[in-house]
């Protein structure tokens, strides 16, 4: 895995507050505050991985925005058809673990948001499959928007 420069860092944690704030203002103006650091914390987690460690696999954009995905899509899944919360969300994570593997889009985070899409309250079961594009599939687009950004900025701009 390739090391990054000091201004590479700087850069980046720039970028990951930008991509952060984002992802937070546009989830809160969606969803209910109850409900909001559950879906900041896969958040969270990802843009530690994508500014953090950009140059590896599980950082890569089909990673961060499939394995969001597909956590989502198993996770509403679960949630609706499995009564047990506890069970649901405990099953949620293998399946969208071993769907991840086959589809090339591991991202460890996509747990997180699969086990939200179980435990993350009414707000969130009222949004059904939505959920998969609102708030998960935006919040991928916008830090992977300014991480592109970044990491654009961090390979061309001279004077950083």
Known sequence: MKEM???EVLISVVGAFIATLCATFFSRSILSA????MILASTGASAML???VPH???SQP???IGGHLISALVGVTCARWIPNEVFASSISIPIAMYLMYRCHCVHPPGGATAVTA???GENIHALGYAFVIVPVFFNGII????AMATATFRE?????
């Open 50 to 52: 994508i500014f953090g």
């Open 5 to 7: 420069s000091s201004k």
């Open 143 to 146: 830090l992977l928007s300014i």
């Open 156 to 160: 061309k701009n001279p004077f950083v």
């Open 34 to 37: 109850e409900n909001l650091p």
């Open 62 to 64: 089909w990673n961060l």
């Open 118 to 120: 179980v435990i993350g």
């Open 56 to 58: 590896a696999k599980v």
